[in-house]
């Protein structure tokens, strides 16, 4: 391959370059990015594109920050004081306020349980990175959130996908899951409320999951980034609140609930009664000064955001996107070819399509690159969350972005339906 | 060490929690947090705490942001469209005003050679990621900026040391580092100017660092995060103009000649103008997804911060960066026990202690400590940059500080030489 003269191990002279990319890089894959940046497929030019593909709530302009946000970050510009390095673990009055608003008789927090990080990405790679080696697996949702894979699979952590049940509103099924553990299982990770199902467990099935970690003895990284964004009959609970024994690292952060996604703050919660997770702890610390963290003026801004920002905000946000979920079953349901399964939170909404009923649609992939084609509408396939012949639809759009959207869906199914 | 029942592999029931840290965290080290958050002294009571250990110029307010930053943060905050998220390489106006800001006639940049990152440090992890794979070495300063250990060796790199040469202006000893070198060298990092020395290398001694690297076929990660911050007749030669074959990773960012290392905004150059590292751009690329870079206010304020604020900023900035470094090497180089490098650039200044001329100090540690204990002055011991038996200070201090802490090092020295 290269061409070069060695002396006892030493190296004398290259005759040419050869910089390959690392092993590490190679193996870091982005689902999204394979699926939909390699589409070949151009939308219909006499159709305005509508996109229902990013997970980004403030894409369209209708879901918009509180302006308390914005005022508490504007006087932390104004200070002249919030522009140093903070602590690789996060500012303390940022963790003193997060451990106050989400601290509960059944699972207290203090400051030191608390990590801030570069959004909830970041919390989640410290997390994979604590809690699992090279060679070792992790147990993934499927359908589920394809950062989880490209964050283990970078690590080389083995990825073992458990499956949720679409007839039982995405719960785990928890004897496929029980089958994949071995000696090499070094966690599970679970998404709740769920990116892309849009589905909330109940507190039963939280109940039943932690007794199966009890029972292995299994440590679960826990993604509670749509927490509190339910609704309908849908009560959120967070997993912490509902064991004494399980050891679990919550994943969550500003991102989704205050609309500020590109603010890039997230934290960790670590919920540990019986001091299981004492080296893990020390292990996030360690960890957390390899890059430093989010942005000092956020992280200062922390305790005004969750303190000074209305319920009312979070109310009305979870009002439109219940509308959104609603007007989207009720449409996307009635369609020849499409069955749904109706969403309980988050802001995702997954569709199943029936290919034995098309006669020209063979899979999830096609489905999409054809909808692109004919309809300028794009969604994401469910292969990104390995679960085929599903697409997912974001909820987010303004109600005549989606009814556009389902409309062109619909005639689309009718044309290709068999 | 815990009990469980497996079965063809497959475990039944654990009786114990055994959560232990990952191998990754574990080799994870912070010299700086071994060190100074490990010292066992505590300031003298009687004397106000002075530290001159932290890079970080807006520690005691006199180096200040300019208004500019804060009027462009307050321009996307206001604009409710810079919340959603940005690509995952940076914001394309960024990349755009940087490429224009940055290229040269000799190292053309498109906005397709950037990418942003979650400060320099997130630039050299990235960086380092892409290029070494575990098991291979990389060449790093000694001394040298801690965090290149951490971050190489949180990798499974080695790193291998080559030696700064005090008494020609801490220039690289070639000839060591050329014995460094083997067929598992995966990369050289240099750090110019550099944190801890203060130098700045005169064009020359680059040119034989290139020619090094061209003889060896070595590509260079180059930190230039402390660029044009020179002064006294010193120049700055970014690395990058003086080479057409050597492939480079330039390092920089926003933190430090913009006065706001909170913000974390870095950033990669990919300097490359034979097509060497196709692979590594992709590579970055495909790396970038793993937590999506710098807060995106940040990022679409960056053409704003970089083509509007005055040269007179950072001309105001480099002329106090001089006159401390001048006051600090005029009082440090006459007390007795001490030798000083006279510094160059960047913010800080290697102090050399003459051990044999104390009565009671056996190191820098010692040093260090005594010199918390006694006199309430807080360095960082040269231990921490692989070089021991120097203190690094930061000389960015208000100027009362400077002189009231050296006055306290000059006393102290004096009750312990011999
Ligand atoms: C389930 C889930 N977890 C984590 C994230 C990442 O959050 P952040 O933007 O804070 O990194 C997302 C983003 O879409 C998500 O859907
Ligand atoms: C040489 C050097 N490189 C990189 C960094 C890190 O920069 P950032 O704060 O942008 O991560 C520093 C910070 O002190 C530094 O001294």
């Given at each position: 391959m290269t061409?070069y003269v060695?002396n006892?191990?030493?190296?004398?002279?290259m005759?040419?370059w050869?910089?390959?990319?690392?092993?590490?890089?190679?193996r870091?894959v982005?689902?999204i990015?394979?699926v939909?940046?390699n589409?070949?497929?151009?939308p219909?030019p006499?159709?305005?594109?509508?996109?229902?593909?990013?997970?980004?709530?403030t894409?369209?302009g209708?879901?918009?920050?509180?302006?308390n946000?914005?005022?508490?970050?504007?006087?932390?510009?104004?200070?002249?004081?919030?522009?140093g390095y903070?602590p690789?673990i996060?500012v303390e009055?940022?963790?003193?306020?997060?451990?106050?608003?989400?601290s509960?008789?059944?699972a207290?927090?203090t400051?030191e349980?608390i990590?801030?990080?570069s959004?909830?990405?970041d919390?989640?790679?410290?997390?994979?990175?604590?809690l699992?080696?090279?060679?070792?697996?992790?147990?993934?949702?499927?359908?589920?959130?394809?950062l989880?894979?490209?964050?283990?699979?970078?690590?080389?952590i083995?990825?073992?996908y458990y499956?949720?049940?679409?007839?039982?509103n995405?719960?785990?099924?928890?004897?496929?899951l029980s089958?994949l553990?071995?000696?090499?299982t070094?966690?599970l990770?679970i998404?709740?409320p769920?990116?892309?199902?849009?589905?909330?467990?109940t507190r039963?099935h939280?109940?039943s999951?932690?007794?199966?970690?009890?029972n292995?003895?299994?440590?679960?990284?826990c993604?509670?980034?749509?927490e509190?964004?339910?609704?309908?009959?849908?009560?959120?609970?967070?997993?912490a609140?509902?064991?004494k024994?399980v050891p679990i690292?919550k994943?969550?952060?500003?991102?989704k609930?205050?609309?500020?996604?590109g603010?890039r703050?997230?934290?960790?919660f670590i919920?540990?009664?019986?001091n299981?997770?004492?080296?893990?702890?020390s292990g996030?610390?360690?960890l957390?000064n390899?890059i430093?963290?989010?942005?000092s003026?956020v992280?200062r801004?922390?305790p005004?955001?969750i303190?000074?920002?209305?319920q009312?905000?979070?109310d009305?946000?979870?009002k439109?996107?219940?509308?959104n979920?609603?007007?989207s079953?009720n449409v996307?349901?009635?369609?020849?070819?499409?069955?749904?399964?109706?969403p309980?939170?988050?802001m995702?909404m997954?569709?199943?399509i029936n290919?034995?009923?098309f006669k020209?649609i063979?899979?999830d992939?096609?489905?999409?690159e054809?909808?692109?084609?004919?309809?300028?509408v794009l969604?994401?396939p469910?292969?990104?969350?390995?679960?085929?012949n599903?697409v997912?639809i974001?909820?987010?759009?303004p109600?005549?972005k989606l009814?556009?959207a389902?409309e062109?869906i619909?005639?689309?199914?009718?044309?290709?339906h068999v």
């Amino acid at each position: 391959m290269t061409s070069y003269v060695i002396n006892n191990n030493k190296l004398t002279r290259m005759k040419e370059w050869h910089v390959p990319a690392s092993i590490v890089s190679k193996r870091t894959v982005n689902p999204i990015r394979d699926v939909v940046y390699n589409m070949k497929v151009t939308p219909n030019p006499n159709k305005e594109y509508i996109s229902l593909a990013l997970g980004d709530p403030t894409y369209y302009g209708n879901f918009k920050i509180h302006e308390n946000c914005i005022d508490a970050m504007i006087t932390q510009l104004k200070s002249y004081n919030a522009n140093g390095y903070v602590p690789a673990i996060g500012v303390e009055s940022a963790r003193i306020a997060l451990a106050k608003k989400f601290s509960t008789k059944e699972a207290p927090l203090t400051p030191e349980d608390i990590l801030l990080t570069s959004g909830a990405s970041d919390a989640l790679s410290l997390a994979i990175n604590v809690l699992c080696n090279e060679g070792q697996n992790i147990l993934l949702p499927r359908p589920g959130f394809s950062l989880y894979q490209t964050l283990s699979e970078s690590k080389g952590i083995e990825c073992r996908y458990y499956n949720l049940l679409p007839d039982r509103n995405w719960e785990i099924d928890l004897d496929h899951l029980s089958s994949l553990i071995d000696d090499k299982t070094a966690c599970l990770l679970i998404n709740n409320p769920s990116n892309p199902c849009g589905s909330n467990f109940t507190r039963q099935h939280l109940e039943s999951i932690l007794y199966l970690c009890e029972n292995y003895k299994l440590p679960v990284i826990c993604d509670e980034i749509y927490e509190d964004m339910v609704y309908g009959d849908s009560i959120f609970y967070p997993l912490a609140n509902l064991t004494k024994t399980v050891p679990i690292l919550k994943i969550s952060g500003l991102a989704k609930r205050y609309l500020i996604p590109g603010w890039r703050v997230g934290w960790i919660f670590i919920y540990d009664h019986n001091n299981i997770l004492n080296e893990v702890r020390s292990g996030l610390a360690a960890l957390a000064n390899l890059i430093l963290g989010a942005n000092s003026l956020v992280q200062r801004a922390i305790p005004d955001i969750i303190t000074n920002t209305p319920q009312s905000f979070h109310d009305e946000t979870n009002k439109s996107l219940e509308e959104n979920a609603k007007l989207s079953a009720n449409v996307l349901g009635k369609i020849p070819g499409l069955h749904i399964i109706v969403p309980q939170g988050a802001m995702y909404m997954m569709v199943g399509i029936n290919v034995e009923e098309f006669k020209d649609i063979k899979n999830d992939i096609e489905f999409n690159e054809k909808l692109v084609q004919e309809e300028s509408v794009l969604c994401l396939p469910g292969k990104i969350f390995h679960y085929p012949n599903y697409v997912r639809i974001v909820t987010t759009a303004p109600t005549a972005k989606l009814n556009e959207a389902y409309e062109r869906i619909k005639e689309f199914c009718v044309r290709h339906h068999v």
